[in-house]
Each structure stands twice: as structure tokens, then as C-alpha cells.
């Protein structure tokens, strides 16, 4: 082969190499965000989810306060573990206020994961007041 055809072919193959590790590269990097952000958003859909449960209930049985206990703790240890600085700033508060006694409202904590997660969704946050819904069984 000619020198003048094996530089631009080793030019080629070195300079595709290239291009093709750093895309590997910038795809795996990524792939993982998009991974972590969706595992994120679940997670925190189903604590937000147990943690409105477990809220503003006045008459618990004995035997749905286990079931709401623990989904309420596994909830705020999810917050802990996959929430924001905030999130976890009013999840740690939420701890401090159940530990003291004294009781304790969810409704900034969930205000703050309901207003996170619709904007990760792309979603508006709605003007007004929450409202929970509660109905008694018999």
C-alpha cells in the first residue's frame, strides 16, 4: 500500500474510534440520569402517595395503623434517600415534629414533593388550596 493511502485510512479508523468511544461515553452517562431521574419520580409518587394516606385520618383502626405506620416511615425514607435538599429539609422536620409528640402536619412536605415531581413531569402546579379526600367505611 501507498504511504499517501495509509495516513487517511489511519486518520479515518483513529478519528471514528474516537467519535465512537466518546458516544458510548455520552450515551451511558445519559441513559443512567434518565434511569435514576425515572426511579426517582416512582419512588416519590408512591411516598407521596403513602404519606397523603397516612395524613388526616381521625379514626384509625388498630389494624390499618400498622399498614399506615409503616408505609408512612417506608415513605419518608425514600424522601430521605432520593429527595431533594428541600424534600429531605422538610422530611427531617416532619421526623422531628412525629418524635416530639407534639404532632405534625405532612401537608409542606407534601406540597414540596407534589410540586417537584410536576415539574420533573413538565407539568403546571395548580393555583389553590389541597384538598384531601377521606371517607368513612363502615
Known amino acids: 500500500m501507498a504511504p499517501e493511502i495509509i495516513i487517511p485510512l489511519l486518520s479515518a479508523v483513529l478519528g471514528g474510534s474516537i467519535v465512537a468511544i466518546v458516544n458510548h461515553f455520552l450515551?451511558?452517562?445519559?441513559?443512567?440520569?434518565?434511569?435514576?431521574?425515572?426511579?426517582?419520580?416512582?419512588?416519590l409518587i408512591t411516598s407521596w402517595q403513602?404519606?397523603?394516606?397516612?395524613?388526616?385520618?381521625?379514626d384509625w383502626k388498630?389494624?390499618?395503623?400498622?399498614?399506615l405506620y409503616s408505609g408512612?416511615?417506608?415513605?419518608?425514607a425514600n424522601v430521605m434517600l432520593l429527595g431533594n435538599a428541600k424534600e429531605i429539609a422538610l422530611a427531617r422536620d416532619f421526623c422531628i415534629q412525629v418524635s416530639n409528640g407534639s404532632g405534625a402536619s405532612a401537608l409542606p412536605l407534601l406540597m414540596a414533593l407534589r410540586s417537584s415531581l410536576r415539574n420533573e413531569l413538565g407539568l403546571e402546579n395548580p393555583a389553590?388550596?389541597?384538598?384531601?379526600?377521606r371517607m368513612h367505611r363502615e
Open 128 to 133: 389553590g388550596d389541597y384538598m384531601f379526600l
Open 27 to 43: 450515551n451511558t452517562r445519559r441513559e443512567r440520569k434518565r434511569k435514576l431521574t425515572d426511579l426517582r419520580i416512582q419512588t
Open 62 to 67: 388498630q389494624r390499618d395503623r400498622g399498614s
Open 50 to 58: 403513602k404519606i397523603e394516606a397516612a395524613s388526616n385520618i381521625e
Open 72 to 76: 408512612l416511615e417506608e415513605a419518608i
